[in-house]
Structures are given as structure tokens and as C-alpha cells.
């Protein structure tokens, strides 16, 4: 492979070279002719030797098994190599935003990460926690972006992020009762008017029959509210999304959309039951808090996920509807991505996009096949609209491109181009933009950031095991699915890996890549980071089986980076907390949610669908 040029024009970015072959260099421009082969620009970043070896993908889930017990917080340590597989959860919105739309190359879906978009709370999909991540980088190899040194290359796991302002989407199990076998739902469920059960999920108000703030210690936050979910099929079900506003927070479960007021989870409007499952949603609202749901077209295995309708989070009131058409045999809308940019919502199909006006519905432009055989098969949205495009798929020029959308008009500001090879897997941020990408023949991954005109800033060299937590992608990949990770102007926030012992976040400097200060989980459990707020890192600490989770704020400038408790969940509910299989949660207004993303089909007992805390 030639080696770039000295003075980076803006262009494509260039996959790792074997150590032996030389230093990174700049991206070259897109359509343009390769480069001369000059020597290896001077003071270029070092990348990281070559891994040892990927982790094994598994099979996605179906669910899990009857009568197994439900860990809590944090999900199975089963990425596969280098793209995490999601069953259907969606991690966008509020943290682990759960968002289910999965992408090509078996990439993880969405959900949702901490970032600055204006999406929901936080969640993430059944996701698995990559191992692996970044080692300091070793000599002689370069990035996947051509030209420009990547952030980290290391071991092919998926070691994602998801930044912004949107829902995490955990996959765990619960512990409600392990003894017990767990029998199976019906598959065609009774769709229930609202969630029942405990709490006022029948419209009980401040109702606590199953007495979660029993015995509350001093200082510890209480539940304010708890709902049960409703009947999903046997198969289970996908709940994508959360979206929180100053009066109510708002849920999908299966065909039905729930909002219940903040302060006492009373029923802020009447559900919205839809005629089939939904499939996909915007994990962002808009500024007047527009939301846009999709459902399916029928009931069938054959249906397409291409009904659009939105709706007012502040009223429930149904808005414009339309159908997403497919354009071609392989452009399908079997799967549909959503998100908004401004006033833009943008429709993903498996090969090209649609772009419409948000609040009328109106069509705006289309983003199609380009250049040199180039789909965009991928999109992210929010601060930024960003789309991923795979290039000359059959042919020996193959690669993947990125682009920043205009989101009024879809003209490119600028494209980036990969080597042959190189995937990009997820989005860790959107602004900043923060690129995953991966490499199975390498058995690699890099990590780079980037500044304005997408040009290459950064890439990381911490040695750490990332644990970022990412769900299970099918039919296209999702660059949004993973939660775990945030992000501000100038800092990246990882979380290592651990399942039910203590890990610590660590800043990365975006400037440089290199490691700014760590903190760790001040209780013997894991901590994630959900988002920047006011100048302070937001973090939360999974329970443990006696003692409930913790919301933490985390200094980000200063010497000292020394968490302050801002809630302390109920030891009492700690059963309950724990018990979400796949969860999705958000910090807002001094409130924290916590909902599944995704409905087991187990009705043995009632499933959870949301729980709220509060002083």
C-alpha cells in the first residue's frame, strides 16, 4: 500500500499498516488519484501492534432463557469480533438509548449514547461489553482512515461507544425469581390499554403495594414511580426509546406508545396503540418535541418497516403519516434507521436515504448511490447528520466512505474516504465526531476523532479494556448502538471493562489521544458515563443485590475529579432495579429513569417497563 503524502489534502483516511510499514500520514482527497508513495511524514502517531485475537460472535439472542436469573446492570461479555450483535433493542434516545435499527456487517444497533444530540434519556439494547481496548500504540502502523492516524488500533473487539444525548439500552438479566420456571407468553397478546400493575401503572398515582421505599435509609432517594409493561408476544418484543419532557416521559412497548407524568407517573396522555409492532423510532425529539415512530406494514415475517407517524410528546396527538417506498431489490425497507438533525428527519433504507421535513412531513431531498458505487447504508443525526457509505462492494476498489450531511439541503460538506478493508462499526460521538472502525482480515480496530471540515484531529493511545456496552445487529449496521461513552469539546469518556466489581472512567484527551485523568466507581460495582452536564461528567453505578444504583457528577476540570453523590436508589428496590433485562435509563431535572428496551415475552409475572427516582 502506498504511504500518504506529507501534507494532508482532505480526503479519505487510510487503513493500518503492517508495523514494519511506516508512520501514519494524512487522508487523501476524495475522487482524486492515489498519491505518490513519499517517505513516512515526520512525528507521526504511533499505532498499536496487532491483536492477539477477536472474541467469538455469538448467535443473537432470542431472549432470555425461561426461569434464568436476571444479572443486573451491565451485558453478557459476548461481543463478537469486532461488531456486537443486537436482537432487535434500541439504544438511542436517553442513555443506552436503545435504538434497534441494526446495521450491515452485522454491526450493533444504536441506542443510544451519551452526547449532546437532543434525544432522550439514556439506554442500551441487549448488549454485550467489549473487551479489549485500545493498548498503547506500538510503532510503524497507520490508521484505517487513509492518511490520517487513527485513534486506537487493538484487538478486533467491539469496544463501542454511543455519545450524545440519547437513551443507553443494557441488556442484563433480572434476579426476580430464579427458582421459579418462567413459562411463555401467547404469541398474539392482548394489546392492554396501558401498562398494569404495580405502582401507577393502573392508575394508582403514588400507589407502592410492593412497598420499594420500605425501610429507606437516610439519604437515600426514593422510587417515585413504577409501571409494568404490557403483554408482549412469546417471542418478545422490542420497546425502543425514551424521551423525557419537562411534564411527562414518554415509552414505546411492542404497538404502544406510554406517557406518564414526571413527578407521579400518572398517565400524562392515552396511549397510542398502532396497528402492528414498531420497528423503529427517532431515539432524538425535536426542539417543540416532535418524535417520529415507525411500524411495520403487516404481520407476516415479509413485512417492511416503513410506516411513519409522528406524534407530540407534549399532547399525544398523532401528526403527519406517510410510507417509506423501497427503491430497488436490494434497497430495502425491511429495516428503517431514524433521526433528526434541526428539522430534518432522516429515513435510512438499506441502501439510500429519504430525507423529510420533521414537522410537516413534506419530502425534502434524497441521498442515493454516488460516486464510485457508493450506497450510504448507515445514518446518524442529531448535533450533526452524519452518513456512512459502502463503496465498489464487489469490486477491487472496495471501501467504506464517511460524510456530514447538510440536513436542509443532503450536499456533502465533506467525505472522508477508508482503505480497502476498513468498517466503520459505530459513531462513539456525533460532535465531536468520534469514529469506531474495524478490520476482521487484520483482526484490528481504530478509534479517530475529528475536528471541523472533517479533518483528522486525533487518535487514541491509551492502553485500557473498554467497557462500553453495544446490542445485536442483523441486516445493517447501526452507528448509534452503543452506550457507555461521552463526550464534550475537548474530552472522550471511557469506562473500562468489569462486570460486578469496581472499573473507573477515564478522560482521553480528543487533541492528542492520550489519557487526561481517571476516577473509579466509588461502590464495588461497574460505573458508565451518560452525558456532560453543566460542566460536570454524569455517571451511573449498577446495583448490587442489597444496595441500590447510584447517580454520580464528576468534575471534569480541576485537579481533583472526585464523584459527589446525587442519588442514592433504595436499597429496597435494588430487586427491582436489578431486574430489567434490557434496560435504557436518563438523568433529567434531578429525576432518574430506568425502562427496558426490550420485553421478554415471559409472562410468569408481570415485566417491568419503567421505574422512576427522586428525591
Given at each position: 500500500?502506498?504511504?500518504?503524502?506529507?501534507?494532508?489534502?482532505?480526503?479519505?483516511?487510510?487503513?493500518?499498516?503492517?508495523?514494519?510499514?511506516?508512520?501514519?500520514?494524512?487522508?487523501?482527497?476524495?475522487?482524486?488519484?492515489?498519491?505518490?508513495?513519499?517517505?513516512?511524514?515526520?512525528?507521526?502517531?504511533?499505532?498499536?501492534?496487532?491483536?492477539?485475537?477477536?472474541?467469538?460472535?455469538?448467535?443473537?439472542?432470542?431472549?432470555?432463557?425461561?426461569?434464568?436469573?436476571q444479572?443486573?446492570?451491565?451485558?453478557?461479555?459476548?461481543?463478537?469480533?469486532?461488531?456486537?450483535?443486537?436482537?432487535?433493542?434500541?439504544?438511542?434516545?436517553?442513555?443506552?438509548?436503545?435504538?434497534?435499527?441494526?446495521?450491515?456487517?452485522?454491526?450493533p444497533?444504536?441506542?443510544?449514547?451519551?452526547?449532546?444530540?437532543?434525544?432522550?434519556?439514556?439506554?442500551?439494547?441487549?448488549?454485550?461489553?467489549y473487551?479489549?481496548?485500545?493498548?498503547?500504540?506500538?510503532?510503524?502502523?497507520?490508521?484505517?482512515?487513509?492518511?490520517?492516524?487513527?485513534?486506537?488500533?487493538?484487538?478486533?473487539?467491539?469496544?463501542?461507544?454511543?455519545i450524545?444525548?440519547?437513551?443507553?439500552?443494557?441488556?442484563?438479566?433480572?434476579?426476580?425469581?430464579?427458582?421459579?420456571?418462567v413459562?411463555?407468553?401467547?404469541?398474539?397478546?392482548?394489546?392492554?390499554?396501558?401498562?398494569?400493575?404495580?405502582?401507577?401503572?393502573?392508575?394508582?398515582?403514588?400507589?407502592?403495594?410492593?412497598?420499594?421505599?420500605?425501610?429507606?435509609?437516610?439519604?437515600?432517594?426514593?422510587?417515585?414511580?413504577?409501571?409494568?409493561?404490557?403483554?408482549?408476544?412469546?417471542?418478545?418484543?422490542?420497546?425502543?426509546?425514551l424521551?423525557?419532557t419537562?411534564?411527562?416521559?414518554?415509552?414505546?412497548?411492542?404497538?404502544?406508545?406510554?406517557?406518564?407524568?414526571?413527578?407521579?407517573?400518572?398517565?400524562?396522555?392515552?396511549?397510542?396503540t398502532?396497528?402492528?409492532?414498531?420497528?423503529?423510532?427517532?431515539?432524538?425529539?425535536?426542539?417543540?418535541?416532535?418524535?417520529?415512530?415507525?411500524?411495520?406494514?403487516?404481520?407476516?415475517?415479509?413485512?417492511?418497516?416503513?410506516?411513519?407517524?409522528?406524534?407530540?410528546?407534549?399532547?399525544?396527538?398523532?401528526?403527519?403519516?406517510?410510507?417509506?417506498?423501497?427503491?430497488?431489490?436490494?434497497?430495502?425497507?425491511?429495516?428503517?434507521?431514524?433521526?433528526?438533525?434541526?428539522?430534518?428527519?432522516?429515513?435510512?433504507?438499506?441502501?439510500?436515504?429519504?430525507?423529510?421535513?420533521?414537522?410537516?412531513?413534506d419530502?425534502?431531498?434524497?441521498?442515493?448511490?454516488?460516486?464510485?458505487?457508493?450506497?450510504?447504508?448507515?445514518?446518524?443525526?442529531?448535533?450533526?447528520?452524519?452518513?456512512?457509505a459502502?463503496?465498489?462492494?464487489?469490486?477491487?476498489?472496495?471501501?467504506?466512505?464517511?460524510?456530514?450531511?447538510?440536513?436542509?439541503?443532503?450536499?456533502?460538506?465533506w467525505?472522508?474516504?477508508?482503505?480497502k478493508?476498513?468498517?466503520?462499526?459505530?459513531?462513539?460521538?456525533?460532535?465531536?465526531?468520534?469514529?469506531?472502525?474495524?478490520?476482521?482480515?487484520?483482526?484490528?480496530?481504530?478509534?479517530?476523532?475529528?475536528?471541523?471540515?472533517?479533518?483528522?484531529?486525533?487518535?487514541?493511545?491509551?492502553?485500557?479494556?473498554?467497557?462500553?456496552?453495544?446490542?445485536?445487529?442483523?441486516?445493517?449496521?447501526?452507528?448509534?448502538?452503543c452506550?457507555?461513552?461521552?463526550?464534550?469539546?475537548?474530552?472522550?469518556?471511557?469506562?473500562?471493562?468489569?462486570?460486578?466489581?469496581?472499573?473507573?472512567?477515564?478522560?482521553?484527551?480528543?487533541?492528542?489521544?492520550?489519557?487526561?485523568?481517571?476516577?473509579?466507581?466509588?461502590?464495588?460495582?461497574?460505573?458508565?458515563?451518560?452525558?456532560?452536564?453543566?460542566?460536570?461528567?454524569?455517571?451511573?453505578?449498577?446495583?448490587?443485590?442489597?444496595?441500590?444504583?447510584?447517580?454520580?457528577?464528576?468534575?471534569v476540570?480541576?485537579?481533583?475529579?472526585?464523584?459527589?453523590?446525587?442519588?442514592?436508589?433504595?436499597?429496597?428496590?435494588a430487586?427491582?432495579?436489578?431486574?430489567?433485562?434490557?434496560?435504557?435509563?436518563?438523568?433529567?431535572?434531578?429525576?432518574?429513569?430506568?425502562?427496558s428496551?426490550?420485553?421478554?415475552?415471559?409472562?410468569?409475572?408481570?415485566?417491568?417497563?419503567?421505574?422512576?427516582?427522586?428525591?
Amino acid at each position: 500500500m502506498s504511504q500518504p503524502p506529507n501534507q494532508p489534502p482532505q480526503g479519505g483516511f487510510g487503513a493500518p499498516q503492517d508495523p514494519r510499514q511506516g508512520g501514519f500520514g494524512a487522508p487523501q482527497p476524495p475522487q482524486q488519484p492515489a498519491p505518490q508513495t513519499p517517505p513516512p511524514p515526520q512525528g507521526a502517531p504511533q499505532a498499536p501492534p496487532p491483536p492477539q485475537g477477536p472474541p467469538q460472535a455469538p448467535p443473537p439472542p432470542q431472549g432470555p432463557p425461561p426461569g434464568a436469573p436476571q444479572s443486573g446492570y451491565g451485558y453478557p461479555q459476548q461481543p463478537g469480533y469486532g461488531h456486537p450483535q443486537q436482537p432487535g433493542a434500541y439504544p438511542s434516545g436517553p442513555y443506552g438509548q436503545p435504538q434497534e435499527q441494526p446495521g450491515p456487517y452485522g454491526y450493533p444497533q444504536q441506542p443510544g449514547p451519551y452526547g449532546q444530540q437532543p434525544a432522550p434519556g439514556y439506554g442500551f439494547p441487549p448488549q454485550s461489553q467489549y473487551p479489549g481496548a485500545p493498548g498503547t500504540p506500538g510503532s510503524g502502523s497507520r490508521n484505517p482512515f487513509k492518511g490520517k492516524p487513527g485513534l486506537a488500533i487493538g484487538a478486533a473487539v467491539a469496544a463501542l461507544v454511543v455519545i450524545g444525548s440519547t437513551v443507553f439500552a443494557v441488556t442484563s438479566g433480572g434476579d426476580d425469581d430464579p427458582k421459579k420456571p418462567v413459562a411463555q407468553g401467547s404469541d398474539d397478546p392482548k394489546v392492554s390499554a396501558s401498562p398494569t400493575g404495580t405502582g401507577s401503572g393502573s392508575g394508582e398515582g403514588g400507589a407502592d403495594p410492593e412497598n420499594l421505599n420500605g425501610g429507606r435509609q437516610a439519604g437515600e432517594a426514593k422510587v417515585l414511580w413504577y409501571k409494568d409493561a404490557p403483554d408482549a408476544p412469546k417471542s418478545g418484543a422490542d420497546a425502543p426509546g425514551l424521551w423525557i419532557t419537562d411534564r411527562a416521559a414518554v415509552k414505546v412497548a411492542y404497538k404502544q406508545l406510554f406517557a406518564f407524568n414526571v413527578g407521579d407517573g400518572e398517565e400524562a396522555w392515552a396511549p397510542i396503540t398502532f396497528p402492528q409492532k414498531i420497528c423503529s423510532v427517532t431515539p432524538q425529539k425535536s426542539s417543540d418535541n416532535k418524535i417520529v415512530v415507525a411500524y411495520e406494514s403487516g404481520s407476516s415475517d415479509r413485512a417492511k418497516c416503513n410506516q411513519l407517524q409522528q406524534v407530540d410528546l407534549n399532547t399525544g396527538a398523532k401528526g403527519w403519516k406517510d410510507t417509506v417506498s423501497s427503491s430497488g431489490l436490494f434497497d430495502s425497507t425491511l429495516k428503517v434507521e431514524l433521526s433528526i438533525t434541526g428539522k430534518t428527519l432522516m429515513a435510512g433504507r438499506s441502501q439510500s436515504g429519504t430525507a423529510y421535513d420533521v414537522n410537516t412531513g413534506d419530502k425534502l431531498w434524497d441521498k442515493k448511490r454516488y460516486g464510485d458505487k457508493c450506497f450510504p447504508d448507515a445514518f446518524a443525526g442529531g448535533e450533526k447528520l452524519i452518513a456512512v457509505a459502502s463503496c465498489d462492494a464487489t469490486g477491487t476498489n472496495e471501501h467504506d466512505e464517511i460524510q456530514e450531511l447538510d440536513p436542509a439541503t443532503g450536499k456533502a460538506k465533506w467525505t472522508q474516504k477508508m482503505d480497502k478493508g476498513w468498517k466503520i462499526a459505530r459513531l462513539f460521538s456525533i460532535d465531536p465526531l468520534v469514529v469506531y472502525s474495524t478490520n476482521e482480515d487484520k483482526k484490528g480496530w481504530n478509534i479517530s476523532t475529528f475536528g471541523s471540515g472533517g479533518k483528522f484531529r486525533s487518535q487514541v493511545g491509551v492502553d485500557l479494556d473498554i467497557g462500553v456496552q453495544c446490542g445485536w445487529a442483523i441486516l445493517e449496521r447501526n452507528l448509534g448502538g452503543c452506550a457507555g461513552a461521552a463526550a464534550d469539546a475537548d474530552t472522550l469518556y471511557l469506562p473500562t471493562k468489569a462486570i460486578s466489581t469496581a472499573n473507573e472512567i477515564v478522560a482521553i484527551n480528543l487533541a492528542d489521544g492520550k489519557e487526561k485523568w481517571r476516577v473509579k466507581s466509588p461502590a464495588d460495582e461497574p460505573m458508565l458515563p451518560m452525558k456532560v452536564e453543566d460542566g460536570k461528567l454524569i455517571a451511573y453505578v449498577k446495583p448490587s443485590y442489597d444496595a441500590g444504583g447510584q447517580v454520580l457528577s464528576i468534575p471534569v476540570t480541576g485537579s481533583s475529579h472526585q464523584p459527589t453523590k446525587l442519588l442514592q436508589n433504595p436499597a429496597g428496590a435494588a430487586r427491582i432495579e436489578n431486574g430489567f433485562f434490557s434496560r435504557v435509563y436518563d438523568w433529567v431535572d434531578g429525576r432518574f429513569y430506568l425502562a427496558s428496551a426490550r420485553l421478554t415475552g415471559n409472562d410468569e409475572a408481570k415485566e417491568k417497563l419503567m421505574l422512576a427516582f427522586g428525591k
